[in-house]
């Protein structure tokens, strides 16, 4: 038996609440992020990230209590991303209680952020989050690039080499999420996920368009992906971890049950 | 009441650790502290730790805490995570090499370029996430806690002892190697309690009982 697969939960933030809301959780307030962490952890949740959507600077104050808060009472991995702009920034995030914060824009605007996060507090604690479409026209090599600013604006830069990039740089793990495939619920780009995981000797975790369990289960077995996140078909209860486990056991991937 | 010493060096989930020491120990005093009368005052010891070998040494020396986890061991019980582990061995390949407080005689290896699986497929490091630990021998630390338990690993160098009887705990991951040290009052794993959810705390309880025998 080896390393298990992991299922992670993505949850929205907004000023420390979660937001876009988390129906299956029998909990009050579905805002509250440690009712909600409480809520995945029970479920059987490999880990949980937290996606800082806040526009104003002035509330990120918010998310260091809000981190905090579930770190004390939810001891499985956490990982938060969103507006990470200097070391400080990720030292005040592992100090709150994070296990991992995920850095994006600034990495695109900054490549030296990730080394430099790396080399004080460790690979392992340094996520970075990638942001890609698929730009090839049909007929041509598949091709991917980096977008920032929600998907909007390209960067000309290719996904696969941005990848072994930031793995050289210090990365200890990537987020990879398909902006074409965010929300559409037809499943991840597997030829990116399985070209950057081949490319990479770091953990890669497939992000972006789930909308059923074979969708979870082939970013592992077509796209070489180490973990898998989603958000909507685990926040509306379409599905639970606990189905997503067995359906990927049946599958053969091994699990954390 | 009991009072656990968490050992603050600026190296680590501190604060998760305390969290879950006070979960599992509602009645005791936790204190994190890098104060050598704290700690020599304290009934348990913690020693977490994250980041690279050389800084790990570099702060423990800082805080002036190499001497005194010297002078604790055969003490009192004395739990290490993580880099909490690795520098109580005798040196690691890490950063071009970095001695470290040689407690317990070995040295600490990075995971091999490639990593290969059994059927030579290709594993990726750092070792991240959960594995199955098999406990080896019988301690009062894996009480209530099943054989091939799964535990949080977020780690790209493993530990070799030169003595294979203090081993506690195995894990496989293109290799085997040890995760689990037990030491007269030491006890240190490679994988994160504080992070490992029912098992994790329950090993965490566990040393809360234990009274640093094996």
Redesign the interface.
């Known amino acids: 038996?080896?390393?298990?697969?992991?299922i992670i939960p993505c949850l929205d933030v907004d000023a420390g609440r979660v937001v876009k809301g988390v129906k299956f959780l029998d909990i009050r307030d579905a805002g509250d992020p440690v009712s909600v962490a409480r809520g995945y952890?029970e479920a059987g949740a490999?880990e949980i990230t937290f996606l800082d959507i806040t526009a104003s600077s002035d509330n990120r104050d918010t998310m260091y209590d809000m981190v905090?808060q579930v770190?004390?009472?939810v001891?499985?991995?956490l990982t938060v991303g969103g507006g990470i702009r200097a070391v400080s920034d990720v030292r005040k995030l592992?100090?709150?209680?994070a296990?991992k914060v995920s850095i994006n824009t600034a990495a695109v605007h900054n490549p030296e952020l990730v080394q430099e996060a790396a080399?004080?507090?460790?690979?392992?604690?340094i996520v970075v989050a990638i942001d890609s479409k698929s730009v090839h026209q049909e007929g041509e090599a598949p091709r991917w690039e980096i977008f920032t600013h929600g998907g909007r604006k390209p960067t000309g830069i290719d996904t696969v080499e941005w990848a072994v990039k930031m793995a050289e740089l210090g990365a200890?793990?990537l987020l990879l999420t398909s902006m074409d495939r965010d929300g559409t619920k037809i499943g991840f780009d597997l030829g990116v996920t399985k070209a950057v995981s081949d490319a990479v000797?770091?953990?890669?975790i497939a992000s972006g368009g789930v909308g059923e369990l074979a969708h979870l289960s082939d970013g592992v077995l077509k796209g070489g992906a180490?973990?898998v996140l989603a958000a909507s078909i685990f926040h509306f209860g379409e599905y639970s971890i606990g189905e997503a486990k067995s359906f990927m056991q049946q599958q053969g991937i091994e699990v954390?049950l | 009441m009991q009072r656990i010493a968490v050992l603050d060096y600026g190296m680590g989930?501190l604060?998760?650790v305390a969290?879950?020491i006070e979960?599992v120990a509602p009645g005791d005093e936790v204190l994190v502290t890098a104060d050598p009368e704290t700690i020599n005052n304290a009934d348990r010891i913690v020693c977490p730790g994250?980041?690279?070998a050389a800084?790990c040494m570099a702060a423990l020396a800082n805080a002036n805490l190499v001497e005194t986890i010297q002078q604790l061991i055969g003490t009192r019980p004395f739990m290490g995570i993580c880099m909490g582990l690795q520098v109580l061995l005798t040196h690691s390949e890490e950063n071009n090499g970095t001695d470290c407080i040689d407690v317990i005689p070995g040295k600490v290896n990075r995971f091999d370029?490639?990593l290969l699986?059994a059927d030579k497929q290709?594993?990726?490091?750092?070792?991240?996430?959960?594995?199955?630990v098999n406990q080896i021998g019988h301690h009062s630390m894996w009480d209530k806690i099943n054989d091939?338990a799964?535990y949080?690993f977020?780690?790209?160098y493993y530990c070799v002892p030169d003595n294979n009887a203090c081993v506690v705990g195995r894990c496989?991951?293109g290799l085997d190697f040890a995760v689990a040290l037990a030491q007269q009052n030491v006890f240190a794993c490679q994988f994160?309690p504080?992070?490992?959810?029912r098992d994790?705390?329950q090993l965490l309880r566990n040393f809360m009982l234990w009274d640093g025998q094996a």
């Open positions: 038996m080896g390393l298990a697969k992991r952890n490999d905090e770190a004390s009472e001891f499985i991995p592992l100090n709150a209680g296990d080399d004080k507090v460790g690979s392992q604690c200890g793990e000797e770091i953990p890669v180490d973990a954390r | 989930n604060r998760s969290k879950a979960t994250q980041g690279a800084d370029h490639p699986d290709r594993l990726k490091v750092p070792h991240m996430g959960w594995s199955q091939g799964r949080y977020a780690h790209s496989h991951y994160h504080e992070k490992s959810a994790g705390l």
